[in-house]
């Protein structure tokens, strides 16, 4: 069973241009989480999808932050225009439905450098 | 809101040596409790996890925790580290549905 995918695996970009992540979830999960995981730290939730609806998306910084699923599948995280500070590893994970399996499974995430 | 603490930043070991990495928790409801490892280069992967039962959960390559609910408490364990041991160790809680909550993680270092 293939896993989380994800791509770009490194991007390195100027500050103020814009940047897209991609991620396809395990066939079958559901539910996709968006993380940003600075270096020494752990993954912080940016936003959660429920199929493609984002049911939780307060700690996105929308004002150049975005995310779409639009199919319920696949998901694109977008930033627009980059800081300096958006440096760091941007993770997806997908579970699949039902309580009983709460397990999370991470894709292998994208390191962002803005210079 | 829901909160992980992890109780060291960096543990040095030599092979061979016991491990007990802690974490605390916030969130006074039912949660369920995940360790997580990240080896170098590698993608977060799931070592164990606590739903419900018998509080000292058994998990891949030697590891177990012990959940006390009095003390908020899901220490990672292991009787004898190995040096590819090395690698961060996270713990991360869920309330049922809810979002996970990750601590900062631990670095654990085995020497040779």
């Known amino acids: 069973e293939a896993g989380v995918v994800q791509s770009p695996r490194y991007k390195i970009i100027e500050k103020k241009q814009p940047v897209a992540f991609w991620c396809n979830p395990i066939?079958?999960?559901?539910?996709l989480y968006w993380y940003l995981q600075n270096l020494g730290q752990g993954p912080e939730l940016l936003i959660r999808?429920?199929?493609?609806?984002?049911?939780?998306d307060s700690q996105l910084p929308k004002d150049r932050f975005s995310a779409e699923r639009l199919k319920g599948v696949d998901s694109t995280l977008k930033i627009q225009p980059a800081e300096l500070g958006d440096s760091a590893v941007y993770l997806c994970?997908?579970?699949?439905?039902?309580?009983?399996?709460?397990?999370?499974?991470f894709g292998p995430g994208t390191r962002l450098t803005v210079l | 809101a829901q909160s992980v603490s992890q109780h060291n930043h960096h543990v040095i070991l030599s092979e061979a040596a016991s491990l007990e990495l802690g974490c605390n928790y916030s969130?006074?409801?039912?949660?369920?409790l995940f360790w997580y490892v990240q080896y170098p280069g590698q993608h977060l992967q799931l070592l164990l996890k606590?739903?419900?039962?018998?509080?000292l959960v058994k998990g891949i390559k030697g590891f177990e925790a012990e959940f006390i609910k009095s003390k908020f408490s899901f220490n990672l364990r292991k009787p004898s580290v190995q040096w590819s041991d090395t690698a961060e160790y996270f713990c991360?809680?869920?309330?049922?549905?809810?979002?996970?909550?990750f601590g900062p993680g631990t670095r654990l270092s085995v020497l040779p």
């Open positions: 994970a997908s579970r699949e439905p039902g309580l009983a399996n709460n397990e999370q499974f």
């Open positions: 066939s079958g999960h559901n539910t």
């Open positions: 999808y429920e199929n493609e609806e984002a049911v939780d």
């Open positions: 969130y006074g409801g039912t949660v369920n």
């Open positions: 606590y739903f419900s039962g018998d509080p």
């Open positions: 991360a809680v869920n309330n049922y549905g809810q979002n996970f909550v």
